[in-house]
């Protein structure tokens, strides 16, 4: 089964505008990644949070984990051109620390 | 230097036809993976190498073999292409026994006619 869904599946926004993306996954985990691919590129990681971490901060980057909830989100503060890309959260799993993609949250900045 | 190398970039082929992506890393990592990309964009992971040694095999089509020649390396055969093969597949490495970040090549977009 699929973990690390993210929601939504696309988001606009106006270029110096937050940008907040969900991600949520299924079973226990050691960590939680994000990371970002710009069109016709290869992935980029951005952040890792650790499963007892709340909170992530990286330049205007903000991660928060909810491990009750088994839910991520990423906040992208005060938005620009260069952010369009797509961004995929990655959860490692407990059990065999096997890293999940999921089909992640095409972010794109309008001028 | 590109940390993750693949090649090649393009590959337009038949069906039916064999053909094989090249992967090399110049990071040091003991760990490398095959991933596909679909045209929904899901990322899902082939294959796993740590050491040369195979660690994860996802449920591909035995017309899929990887070969890792050194640690360096994991090459990706395909037999027999279907259309269904068509994707961008990324190699990707990471070094065991840390926080598994994995960085990754720039694709190999397959178009199988």
């Known amino acids: 089964s699929q973990q690390g869904e993210e929601d939504p599946q696309a988001l606009s926004i106006q270029e110096g505008e937050n940008a907040t993306m969900n991600c949520s996954y299924k079973t226990s985990i050691n960590n939680l990644q994000w990371y970002r691919q710009n069109s016709g590129r290869g992935l980029v990681h951005l952040i890792l949070i650790r499963s007892n971490e709340r909170e992530k901060h990286s330049g205007r980057l903000r991660v928060t984990l909810d491990t009750s909830k088994k839910s991520s989100s990423l906040l992208i503060t005060a938005s620009r051109a260069a952010d369009t890309a797509s961004y995929f959260c990655a959860p490692e799993l407990n059990r065999d620390d096997k890293i999940i993609f999921g089909k992640g949250t095409r972010l794109h900045i309008l001028p | 230097d590109t940390a993750v190398s693949q090649t090649p970039k393009y590959l337009v082929t038949q069906m039916g036809n064999d053909k094989s992506i090249k992967c090399e890393q110049n990071l040091g990592h003991d760990t490398m993976y095959w991933y596909k990309q679909d045209s929904k964009k899901f990322l899902k992971i082939m294959f796993s190498y740590n050491n040369k040694e195979l660690i994860i095999n996802e449920t591909v089509p035995n017309r899929f073999s990887p070969k890792s020649p050194d640690k360096a390396h994991l090459n990706l055969h395909i037999n027999s292409l279907e259309l269904g093969d068509s994707a961008v597949y990324f190699c990707?490495?990471?070094?065991?026994?840390?926080?598994?970040?994995?960085?990754f090549g720039a694709g190999t977009r397959l178009s199988v006619l």
């Open positions: 990707a490495s990471s070094q065991a026994g840390t926080t598994n970040i994995q960085y």
